[in-house]
């Protein structure tokens, strides 16, 4: 939000509470005016039913703050749970430009609460881990393997990428519609193998079920007539089995 009131030339007049002086111009009068009528714009329609009694930009800034602003260690470590949950929020259908935009709005967030850290305490470590752009790309690899782990493990081999050379080779497969390639590929293969696997199991089971087609799997490793029986009533199983006794 301060990056937003900064573009509009806006955080003197709201957040720091910048009145005109008595002998301001019309202009710098309308000036002001616009700010405070364009910072409204950011609030939503269920906030701007709460606000109604306050008169000025930072009469509001300074209701909604106290109301909703918590700068606590507690609120800090949630912060940090619902960052590390983010993926969970993920949704296939989603861009994958979405999701990197709200991963940086939620790293920004924790980097600005960060801001007023105490140095060698928790939150000023965390900082130092938010500044890293190492970090911040491991973070985002972490925060997509679910959905695209064919995609993940095909970067993470690639340990020179940077933050931004990574957001870059994900946007660009994302455009080139490959990370659904990458996925579809990896129910191709999960699907076969499964049915092989199915196949597998299923002439076990007729093998070793059905009276006309059973067959012992010892006496057909060994060469021994194998059909009409299995090998848990093999006596030959159980002759070899007691000869090496």
Request: proline share 3%.
């Amino acid at each position: 939000m301060l990056m937003v009131f900064d573009a509009l030339e806006a955080t003197q007049v709201v957040v720091n509470g910048y009145q005109p002086p008595a002998n301001a111009t019309a202009a710098e009068l309308a000036r002001h005016k616009h700010i405070e009528t364009e910072s409204l714009l950011l609030v939503s329609d269920q906030i701007m039913l709460q606000i109604g009694r306050h008169r000025t930009a930072h009469n509001i800034w300074q209701y909604l703050r106290k109301t909703y602003y918590k700068d606590t260690p507690l609120s800090f470590v949630h912060e940090i749970h619902s960052f590390n949950s983010l993926s969970s929020t993920l949704d296939p259908s989603q861009s994958i430009s979405d999701f990197i935009e709200t991963f940086e709005t939620r790293w920004m967030r924790l980097h600005t609460l960060t801001s007023n850290a105490r140095p060698a305490s928790f939150k000023a470590i965390y900082r130092m881990l938010l500044e890293n752009e190492e970090a911040k790309r491991e973070y985002l690899l972490a925060s997509l393997v679910t959905h695209y782990p064919n995609v993940v493990d095909n970067l993470t081999t690639k340990d020179h990428l940077t933050y931004e050379d990574l957001k870059e080779r994900l946007i660009g497969l994302a455009i080139n519609n490959q990370l659904s390639n990458y996925n579809g590929a990896l129910a191709a293969n999960t699907a076969k193998n499964s049915k092989a696997r199915r196949k597998k199991s299923e002439q076990v089971t007729k093998e070793t079920a059905e009276p006309g087609t059973r067959v012992c799997i010892y006496c057909k490793k060994h060469g021994h007539r194998s059909k009409g029986h299995v090998w848990q009533d093999c006596r030959k199983l159980k002759q070899d089995q007691q000869s090496k006794k």
